[in-house]
């Protein structure tokens, strides 16, 4: 089975903190997304990266930023966390084009206190 | 810009009734459509997709989905619910040459009772 793994399901951090969540998939796939899902909002992306070293900013980008060093992980950063991140964070990839759909990782949720 | 409405924030059905979860989308040429399904806790699982040839398409765990252009319509039918299906449901559009993003609506909490 393909999968993308996200390294901690839950994270508390502190106000003004340096936050990496990480996702690594394992499918060679080209595209990688980061979306953070609140209620009654659905998933809004926040960036998206289409090869190495190539990102494009979502729906949502700032207070963000991502790194893609290699193909199959995508990091995504919060540079001075504040409150309003707290959420759960969805990473996805697919190969190709959007007619594809996406595979997701399991999310992990992001208390900033 | 592609976008998705999902009317019902929140829908309860008995076990065994019928479903049918609601989805609009707004998009100018023919679309790219998705249904997710999402268990407390977990990631979203893809339960079925549209983007050509028969409108009536069929997904896993028995579900269905027709996809109607004159009503900018893509709902997700299952003829009988399962406990097991209680979990949040999002419909999502994409689009060609949209940089193969998907745009997802606000999503519809299944409830479920015996």
């Known amino acids: 089975d393909v999968k993308v793994t996200q390294s901690s399901r839950y994270l508390v951090k502190r106000t003004g903190e340096k936050v990496f969540l990480e996702c690594v998939q394992d499918m060679d796939h080209e595209n990688m997304f980061w979306y953070r899902q609140d209620p009654g909002l659905g998933l809004r992306l926040i960036y998206f990266?289409?090869?190495?070293?190539?990102?494009e900013k979502g729906d949502i980008p700032e207070g963000y930023s991502v790194s893609r060093e290699k193909k199959e992980r995508f990091s995504l950063i919060l540079e001075s966390a504040s409150t309003n991140q707290t959420s759960m964070y969805l990473c996805?990839?697919?190969?190709?084009?959007?007619?594809?759909?996406?595979?997701f990782g399991s999310g992990t949720r992001l208390t900033v206190v | 810009a592609q976008s998705v409405t999902q009317p019902d924030i929140h829908i309860t059905v008995s076990e065994g009734a019928s479903l049918e979860l609601r989805c609009n989308y707004s998009y100018g040429a023919t679309p790219y459509l998705f249904w997710y399904v999402q268990s407390p806790g977990q990631g979203l699982q893809l339960l079925l997709k549209?983007?050509?040839?028969?409108?009536l398409v069929q997904g896993i765990k028995g579900f269905e989905a027709e996809f109607k252009r004159s009503q900018s319509s893509f709902n997700l039918r299952k003829p009988s619910v399962h406990w097991s299906d209680a979990a949040e449901y999002f419909c999502?559009?994409?689009?060609?040459?949209?940089?193969?993003?998907?745009?997802f609506g606000t999503g519809t909490q299944l409830k479920v009772e015996l």
């Open positions: 549209y983007f050509s040839g028969d409108t």
């Open positions: 990266s289409y090869d190495v070293k190539m990102k």
């Open positions: 999502a559009v994409g689009a060609m040459g949209g940089g193969n993003k998907l745009t």
């Open positions: 996805a990839s697919n190969q190709g084009a959007a007619n594809y759909g996406y595979t």
